[in-house]
């Protein structure tokens, strides 16, 4: 059902050692603008590059139909492990930050995007801030976030307990297609394989 033997798994980079309290957090990537699946993978690239931050895994590309407005491309999708000894709001303004240096465009709300980086879950947290919601909200609705997230960690939960396994066939109606599978270098730079 899902490419589990596509995902890829790294050891931290030589050099790159987190020695303050870290947590493994799951971001979801998404662009239907400007060449999406090049914007998916400098997204994936800029991720292992953030500061106190390390990537641990990236599942294949995928592409999906759009959820909101249809008359809109559709999108391409991913989700990145990384290890961060950010707080979650100092990854949020990373993230944000990393959105804007993409030329980031929102024409409309659920609207074409050139970058999407969401966190999706924070270690084991569960955060109730006016600016970020962990886990995402509607990640369990989402096909296109699920299955390369369960690409990634077949075994991943929320924080109350819940499989995502189980949320998964309730989004099986969504259409989403393998688009390609990433290669990761000696340098933890990934490139379509
Ligand atoms: N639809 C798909 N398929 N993929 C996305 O990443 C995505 N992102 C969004 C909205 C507009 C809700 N729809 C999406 O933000």
Redesign the pocket.
């Known amino acids: 059902m899902f490419a589990t033997a596509n995902a890829h798994h790294r050891a931290a980079p030589a050099g790159k050692s987190l020695t303050m309290q870290s947590h493994n957090v799951y971001i979801?990537?998404?662009?239907?603008l400007d060449n999406p699946t090049q914007q998916v993978i400098d997204g994936i690239n800029a991720l292992a590059a953030l500061r106190e931050t390390q990537l641990l895994a990236t599942s294949s590309l995928y592409a999906?139909?759009?959820?909101?407005?249809q008359d809109?491309p559709?999108?391409?999708?991913a989700v990145a492990l990384i290890k961060t000894a950010l707080t979650p709001i100092a990854l949020l303004d990373a993230l944000q930050a990393l959105e804007q240096d993409a030329g980031r465009v929102r024409k409309r709300?659920?609207?074409?995007?050139t970058l999407?980086l969401?966190i999706l879950l924070f270690g084991e947290q569960t955060i109730e801030h006016p600016r970020l919601k962990v886990p995402h909200p509607?990640m369990c609705e989402?096909r296109?976030?699920l299955e390369p997230l369960l690409e990634v960690s077949p075994h991943a939960h929320l924080p109350n307990g819940t499989a995502l396994s189980q949320v998964l066939p309730e989004t099986l109606t969504?259409e989403?297609w393998h688009h390609c599978t990433l290669a990761l270098d000696s340098l933890g730079s990934v490139a379509p394989q």
Do not use: T
């Open positions: 979801g990537l998404g662009s239907n999906s139909a759009p959820i909101g407005p809109q559709p999108f391409i999708n709300h659920w609207g074409e995007r999407d969401d509607f989402r296109f976030v969504q989403i």
